[in-house]
């Protein structure tokens, strides 16, 4: 059974610094991987979508890699800001029936970041 | 960009009620999902449908049921509410490699 897992669960940095969230799982046989944001109370928000013939992929100030022998992803954010406090949730597409691919979650990171 | 509305984001219900939480979608994608977070437990596949009036059951079903009879429209139903359902659902969709989610609803049950 696939299992994901994030570290740090909390993370509190000063503003501008760059971070690094970090991802593992067990199943290195998983077609995609994406990392989500949430803000309290709220839903998901797709940040990335690394696929599985993907090493990384980048949105901004957002870096995110893949490397499936090991079972990891990072997502690097660079010149953090305040607005970027939020829950980073990371999660793997786990083949099922009929191809659905539901998706496997981490944890989380919860991510606070100080003026 | 794919929409994907849920129709209440607060919901207050007594136990024993029947509950239906309605997922629309806006692009005709054909596998739809519904997940529940909890604190220290993360989300948790419910049930998910992968075409109309196809379902199959999540990591979590029990207590819980599904109705998919327009492409677009994946309803939850708690056939009689507890409060131990009192949770955030999210809904959502996948088209080609990517996830989207709705903004989820937040059920308390009393």
């Known amino acids: 059974k696939q299992e994901v897992t994030q570290i740090p669960a909390a993370l509190s940095v000063p503003e501008g610094e760059n971070l690094v969230l970090n991802c593992s799982f067990t199943?290195?046989?998983?077609?995609?991987l994406q990392w989500f944001r949430q803000d309290p109370g709220k839903g998901l928000t797709s940040l990335l979508l690394?696929?599985?013939?993907?090493r990384e992929q980048t949105s901004g100030r957002l870096n995110a890699s893949l490397d499936k022998s090991s079972g990891r992803s990072t997502l690097y954010i660079a010149a953090s800001q305040p607005g970027d406090s939020a829950t980073y949730l990371c999660?793997?597409?786990?083949?099922?029936?009929?191809?659905?691919?539901?998706?496997?979650f981490g944890q989380g990171t919860r991510l606070t970041i100080n003026p | 960009d794919v929409k994907v509305t849920q129709s209440s984001r607060y919901l207050v219900k007594r136990t024993g009620e029947k509950v239906f939480l309605e997922c629309v979608q806006d692009?005709?994608?054909?596998?739809m999902f519904w997940y529940r977070q909890d604190p220290g437990l993360g989300l948790r596949l419910i049930y998910f449908?992968?075409?109309?009036?196809?379902?199959e059951k999540g990591d979590i079903p029990e207590g819980y049921s599904v109705s998919r009879e327009k492409k677009e429209r994946f309803s939850l139903i708690l056939e009689s509410a507890s409060t131990n359902q009192t949770s955030m659902y999210l809904c959502?969709?996948?088209?080609?490699?990517?996830?989207?989610f709705g903004s989820g609803t937040r059920l308390t049950v009393v």
């Open positions: 959502a969709t996948r088209i080609n490699y990517g996830y989207t």
């Open positions: 199943d290195s046989a998983i077609y995609n």
């Open positions: 690394i696929q599985s013939s993907q």
């Open positions: 999660a793997v597409f786990d083949d099922d029936i009929q191809g659905a691919q539901k998706l496997v």
């Open positions: 692009m005709d994608h054909e596998n």
């Open positions: 449908s992968y075409d109309v009036k196809m379902k």
